[in-house]
C-alpha cells in the first residue's frame, strides 16, 4: 500500500510522503540488525515499506542483487511484481528509469542492480536463481514458508558489495504463536533445537496495522470489512496479533512442525480427497481438495492442497488435474450433500477417473480423531508448508457452532481411505 500523499502542489502533481508508521519501519530497516520483519494486520502498507527499503538498497549500491521470496511464484509475481513494486517506485522514484524484465521477473535499475522475485514452488526457476548471491533477501508473507527453506535461501544472503551490510526482510500477518515467526522474532529463540538465538539483537520486528495506513485505504474499509471479522481472524487481521493456539483443538502446531518434511518416499498409493461445497458464491465454503499419498512404512505424507471456491465443474477440473499430476490411484469424494451429482461433474470431467463415493456417517469429530492421534503417532508428514489448511487444522475443536473446515475435511477424507486400505491401521 502507498504511503500518504500530501496536497496538490503547484505544478498540478501530488508529491509522495510515508506515514508516520513507514517512516519508523523505514529507520528500523535500515539500522544494524541483520533480520527485520515487519507484521500486521491487512493492508497495513507492509509490502509497500519493504519494497522500498529495498530499492533504496538497489540504488545504492551498483550491481548489487536483491531478491523478493514467496512461497508461490504466481503471488509474487502478481502482487509485487506487477502491483507494489511499480507503484512504489512510480511515486516514491518518479523519474527512475527501471524496467521490468517479465520472462526472469527481475527489476532492472540503471546503476546495473537487480531485485528478483523467486516462488519457491517453481523448482526450476528456485535452483536458477538460488545459484546467485544476494545483498538483500526478502520473504514476503514468510509465514508461508517453512523455516527449513527460509534458512536454505539465507546460504545465497552472501554478496559483497561495497558500503552495504548483507540483510534479510519479512513480513507477514501474524499467525500462531507456535509459528517459528514467532519463536524467531519475539521469544528469540531457534526453532530447530529451542535453543536461545545466539545473537538476538540481529532479529527485530515492529508490528504496523491498517489504522496506520488509514488515508491510503478506501472509506469504511476499516469498519465495515476487517471489523466485522470473527473474532480470532479480526484479531489477526485488524489489530496484527500473534493468536494464541487453541489447546482444546484436535491438531497442535508443533506437532504439525515436527512432521514437516521437504520431500516424500516412494509412494505406494495415492488419493485425492474431495470435500464439495454446497452453494456457489463469495460468502460459501471452498471445495477442499487435498492430495495424499502412502509409503511401504505406513506412513502419509500431505501433497497439496488445492481447495478452492469454484463452480462445480472448475473444482471438478481442478481435482482431475491433481489426479494426473500426482497418478491418483483414486479421487475420493464426499456425497452427503451432493449425492450422484459429485460422480457425474468427475465424470464430466475425466470420464475415465476412478472414484469412490464417501458418506458421512458419523460426526466430524469422530471423523477426524482417528487422523489426529496419526498425527501424534508422527504418522502423517506435510510436504512443505499449507498455511490456510494448516491454519483449519490449528483452530479446530469440533465444539458445536464451529465453521465447517473445507480443507480439513478433504485431508481427513484422504488419509481415512490411504489408512482403511492398510491393514495395520485400524481407524475406529
Known sequence: MPGRKKKTSGNGKKSFAYTSAQKSALTLLSGGAHNVMLFGGSRSGKTFTLCAALAVRALK??????????RYFSGVRSSVGLDTMPKMLNLRFPGLDWKFNRSDACFLFPNGSEIWLLGLDDADRSEKILGKE???IYFNECSEISYDSIQTALTRLAQKVSGLKNKAFYDCNPPSKSHWTYQVFIEKFNPADKMPLAHPQDYVSMRINPADNRDNLPEHYIENTLATLPEKQKRRFLEGKF???DYESLWKQQTIERNRVRSFPVLERIVIGVDPAVTMNINSDRTGIVAAGRACD????ILEDASCRATPAQWAKKAVELYRKYEA???VGEVNNGGDLIETVLRNASPDVSFKAVRATRGKILRAEPVAALYERNMVCHVGVFPELEE??????????????????ALVWAVTALMESEPKFILA
Open 392 to 409: 483449519q487444522m490449528a483452530n479446530y475443536t469440533g465444539r458445536p457452532g464451529t465453521s465447517s473446515p473445507d480443507r480439513l475435511d
Open 243 to 245: 493468536a494464541d493456539d
Open 61 to 70: 549500491a551498483p550491481g548489487s542483487r536483491h531478491a523478493v521470496i514467496r
Open 329 to 331: 490411484d483414486r479421487i
Open 298 to 301: 505406513g506412513k502419509c505424507y
Open 134 to 136: 544476494f545483498a538483500t
